[in-house]
């Protein structure tokens, strides 16, 4: 009998942990299965619980609850139709709800009380309890640890990685496969590097002071048009208050809301219908509900708030300057017809958040020459940006012809669904990874 292939996950949030639940749906600690190793510096779903950046932990939910580690519960990859009901209902026992009737001591999270309540949508720190126990309910190891470098040798995902208290070099478990997950470090624009007291970014902003340091009146400018910059405006409501004047700057001026019709939901449930669908369809469904939109729940909010206005610009410079925060803007550009809008003028704030998304490629970085030369190879090219690679990356969500694989569900969208870089399908998800291995 071969030895037992073993799956490293970097990062161990809900994609992680979709796949560890679906492991032990499948066979648990059988040898058939390979033994899955989330790997993160923190704690499972550290970014959602509000301790360590990202968020506060208190804002809700922007998918359905029911959107969770087994969804769509439609199992095709698993022989017969019986095998693949069989593995739905296991996977059964690590859903939502489950997660509420093994809670039903706690009154506020019961699954009765959540159902007689409308079904509201979890806190973000709600969600990271339940990510937490489906963990807890599966023979997954967690290896609390921070990745340095990320190599291959003799056919194995060779990882260096250190204690993120001491920083002293911990040893990591080699891999017969690597699966990048995680949002990345945040995105910066120019003129912005670190946080200082009058400016940070989406991942730093619950980290630091810079809230409780801002009067009821300050002017802060939110850049971005995303789900980042969707939470940081949901907290300055909440934290600031009504007088606080809030400016979201975004290039297109408009902070569209997220499609949640069937029409659009269908895509992120089942990847059958996105394999329909031509290139550019399919980049105008993406820009439609998963770029630069904010979910139905923020919009509302929005909607009410007298004190938020959404400007057009696009940053050349931004720097801290005595008190203030000055906002230069880049000189307009002439489209294709010959139209050119006019420039904006620059302008200063008391605050400055940038909201612009996170890194996906972060993990490009801590590659080694050789690991680098290999996927290069690959993907036939130098240039590691989202879209050559994402051109790249097959059903198993794998990365085309490399050994050992590498699967990259966070640039999988285009080729493969809308569903995969975020919470869509989780259970679509580890069902195209793991069968990789069946």
Not at 103 to 129: C, I, N, Y
Not at 400 to 408: M, N, V
Not at 418 to 432: A, I, V, Y
Request: negative net charge; proline residues 5%; charged residues 25%.
């Amino acid at each position: 009998m071969s030895a037992r292939k073993r799956i490293l996950v970097i990062g161990a949030g809900p994609k992680a942990v979709a796949l560890a639940a679906k492991a032990q749906a499948l066979g648990g600690s059988s040898e058939q299965w390979p033994e899955i190793h989330l790997i993160d510096r923190n704690q499972v779903a550290a970014n959602w619980t509000g301790l360590h950046g990202y968020t506060d932990g208190a804002q809700v939910l922007a998918t359905s609850p029911l959107r969770d580690v087994g969804f769509p519960y439609r199992s095709q990859c698993w022989g017969d139709s019986v095998r693949n009901r069989e593995i739905d209902s296991k996977m059964l026992a690590f859903s939502w709800p489950a997660f509420l009737v093994h809670d039903a001591g706690k009154r506020t999270r019961s699954f009765a009380d959540w159902v007689d309540r409308g079904s509201p949508q979890p806190s973000l720190k709600q969600w990271a309890e339940y990510l937490d126990w489906v963990h807890r309910s599966t023979a997954a190891t967690l290896h609390r640890m921070e990745v340095t470098e990320i190599d291959i040798e003799d056919g194995k995902w060779l990882l260096h990685a250190e204690d993120p208290d001491t920083h002293h070099h911990v040893p990591a478990p080699l891999g017969d496969a690597l699966v990048i997950t995680g949002p990345g470090p945040a995105k910066k624009v120019p003129g912005y590097t670190t946080p200082t007291e009058r400016m940070t970014d989406a991942q730093h902003l619950w980290k630091g002071n810079i809230i409780s340091e801002m009067p009821p009146d300050a002017r802060v400018a939110v850049v971005g048009d995303g789900g980042a910059a969707s939470s940081v405006i949901m907290t300055l409501l909440d934290q600031i208050g009504p007088d606080c004047e809030i400016t979201v700057i975004s290039q297109s001026g408009v902070t569209y809301t997220r499609g949640e019709s069937y029409d659009e939901n269908r895509h992120y449930s089942d990847a059958t219908y996105w394999s329909w669908l031509d290139g550019q369809s399919r980049k105008r469904f993406i820009q439609h509900t998963a770029r630069g939109v904010f979910s139905i729940h923020a919009k509302s909010r929005l909607n009410e708030a007298e004190n938020v206005t959404t400007v057009s610009g696009d940053i050349k410079d931004i720097s801290e300057v005595g008190n203030q925060v000055e906002v230069v803007y880049s000189d307009p550009k002439p489209d294709e017809s010959g139209f050119m809008p006019s420039k904006r003028e620059d302008e200063a704030f008391d605050y400055a958040i940038i909201a612009v998304g996170f890194d996906e490629l972060w993990w490009t970085h801590k590659l080694t020459n050789r690991a680098r030369e290999l996927i290069g190879e690959r993907i036939n090219s130098r240039n590691f940006d989202m879209v050559t690679i994402g051109n790249k990356i097959n059903s198993h969500l794998e990365l085309e012809g490399l050994s050992p694989a590498l699967h990259l569900p966070m640039l999988a969208g285009y080729r493969q669904g809308p569903g995969f870089p975020g919470l869509g399908c989780l259970g679509l998800l580890s069902d195209q990874i793991l069968s990789f291995y069946s």
